[in-house]
């Protein structure tokens, strides 16, 4: 196993997908000539030819819309659409084409497409530009909505978006692409829908995704030297969503902490916290709790956008009074 | 039986096709009677037969519109009344091997392109021989033995997969006579939204074989074009592309075949996308359930005017292409044929409900949720495994 970077791990991945299969291309703005807004595609244009990285003009609805007709034809694009923010200019696309097609023409279309988006905050690039979506996207039958924590399942989850026959929303998030970790090599494709345990526990569980995943595994290590035994979980796919594995560890755990970067309301911790009251009632010794962004536009100036969003820090002490708490709110 | 019945509306359609001249009309002059003379070099058993498809339109559009109002119907539902020289001219410049996106106005295309009208009646009422199972409905037809990849209920929003299906032609070889090319119809008020603008762009910009084609039929649900387009000649919107095209009479079948045949020749043969804009009129509101009060004194003059159908059927008894009596029977061939397709939809079974969770997935991730209402999301780890 090589330690590489997430960048790296999505960049060797999409090389070795193009060079295994003549269907799979790159569409999406500035990923040819200028190498990838945060340089995923870096050399790709000069090995595989504009006709297999299609630098796109500023049209999300557009290529995105391409890339699902070309998808219907037997095609399979991979489409980088340079921030989650982005897509919402091609969310009618996605809602009412890509996840419907199949369905609403009686199984008799395809759409084996992709759709690689970064979300995240935390670079001071303020409201529109700083998000957290995958929740509307995780919201809708018919998609599949992916969310890689660590450099090993970029690979696996990528490697397995782009060989399944149906439409994939990869997330990424700006703050890991520079995150590294040890990668399996050549062949490697994860199981989408599987949850993983990113680490053993019985005090508690604590369940997050992408980077907010990350934060939970470095803090539970951290209360570990403290005596705490916290089980950390990694979604790693919200639709469909792994309920099995996170009712299963509540069980054996009775607490339960959500860490996410989206907000609060109506986010993946609301439905994390559904799932638990109907799969583990009967286990829980408190109150499930949930961590998540402070519901504002996120704001340039550093300390607000510090305050705003979720960190190790805030999660350690809302762990700490989950296991303290015999009634809630004390 | 209803096999049968498909076999004869896919040959009859099938045999129009293959029976057309390659060679252009000299002529562009248009008769009174609805189309140009026969004496143009057009075989007589073509215009039977794209007569014979016109008034098959006119009949099953006229039952559904009555199956609607029956409740036989559900949902929306939007005919091609008053559209079927337009519907019939376009289908016929199709080749076989060439791809068909409409909107949701659409029955008429699907019956033109040679679908079986019992299945197309049937998806109408929601049964599982329908077109797309029961699961789309009026607005969602889909027949890939046709090459019709669907009927899109969102404005705009076939177009930029009908785009990316000439992108998928496109991307495995070069243009040539014998490639096969993309017709993505769109109806005037589509030309406002951002879809439109994107996909032309883009298919202009990295030359695909696709001819887009306005359905004008002069109102957006009850918005005239002129009230919502700053540039009314919608066909000029394509010159921002540097997309050729010409607005056409809709009314014509041979003129909306000639110009779609030309415009899929240029677009197959260089990859050159094309923007037709053929004029056309609905006889009815935008719906079935619509009223179309917005209508004027003028309007309705117009519609009196431009019901291609009658104007056809004379025009072909005048000059001898058809006599009263064969015309007749072409009527009544029609008539019998949408009442089998009512029998076939009627005798059609509704989709079981335990096929709910059927074809959302491709491949389908064990052991997920598919709760009906009421149903919890999670087991509760006692027996539930």
Known sequence: MAVISYRQALHDTLRAELQRDENVLL????????????????????????RRVRDTPISEEGF???????????????????????????????????????????????????????????????????????????????????????????????????RDDDPVIMLENLALYNTRGEVPDGEHAGQIGQAAVLKPGSDITVIGYSRAAVIALDVARRLATDGVSAEVIDLRSLRPLDRDTVCASVRKTSRAVIVEDDWLSYGIGAEIAATI??????????????????????????????AALPDAAVLTRVIRQTLDATRYPR | MAEGRAQKAASSSAGARRGQ???????????????????????????????????????FEVRAAEMYTRAKIGGYCHLNLGEEATVVGLVAALREDDYLFT????????????????????????????????????????????????????????LPPATGAAFALAYRGGPGPDRPAVMCLLGDATTNIGAFHESLNLAALWRLPIVYVIVNNHLGMGTPVEAAAAEPDLWKRGCSYRMPGQRIDGNDVLTVREAARAALEQARGEYQPVLLEAVSYRLRGHSVVDPAKYRTAEDTERLRRGDPLPAFRAGLVADGTLDEQAAAAIDAEADQTVAAAVDYADASPSPDVSTLFDYVYATPVAGTYQGLPGDPAAGTGEGSQ
Request: hydrophobic share 40%; charged share 20%; net charge positive.
């Open chain 1, 27 to 50: 569409l999406g703005e500035e990923i040819g000539v200028f190498e990838g807004s945060y340089k995923i595609t870096a050399g790709l244009l000069a090995e595989f030819g504009p």
């Open chain 1, 64 to 162: 995105t819309g391409v890339a699902i007709g070309a998808a219907m034809m037997g095609l399979r694009p991979v489409v980088e659409i340079m921030t989650i923010n982005f897509s919402l200019l091609a969310i009618d696309q996605i809602v009412n084409n890509a996840a419907k097609m199949r369905s609403m023409f009686g199984g008799q279309a395809s759409v084996p497409l992709v759709i690689r988006t970064p979300g995240g905050g935390g670079q001071q690039l303020s409201a529109t530009h700083s998000q957290n979506l995958e929740v509307w996207y995780a919201h809708v039958p018919g998609l599949k909505v992916v969310a890689p924590a660590t450099p090993a399942d970029a690979k696996g989850l990528l490697t397995a978006a782009i």
């Open chain 1, 277 to 306: 009251a109907e799969g583990a009632f009967d286990y829980l010794d408190a109150p499930v709790r949930r961590v998540a962004a402070a519901e504002v536009p996120l704001p340039y100036a550093k300390p607000l956008e510090l």
């Open chain 2, 21 to 59: 001249s390659r060679t252009r009309s000299p002529a562009r002059t248009r008769s009174p009677a609805g189309h140009r003379a026969a004496s143009g070099g057009e075989d007589p058993a073509v215009l039977r037969g794209y007569y014979r498809q016109m008034v098959l339109i006119r009949a």
């Open chain 2, 103 to 158: 909107t949701y106005r659409e029955h008429g295309y699907a019956l033109a392109r040679g679908a079986d009208p019992g299945r197309v009646m049937a998806e109408l009422f929601g049964r599982v021989d329908g077109l797309s199972r029961g699961r789309g409905g009026s607005m969602h037809l889909f027949d890939p033995g046709i090459r019709l990849l669907g009927g899109y209920g969102i404005v705009g929003g076939q």
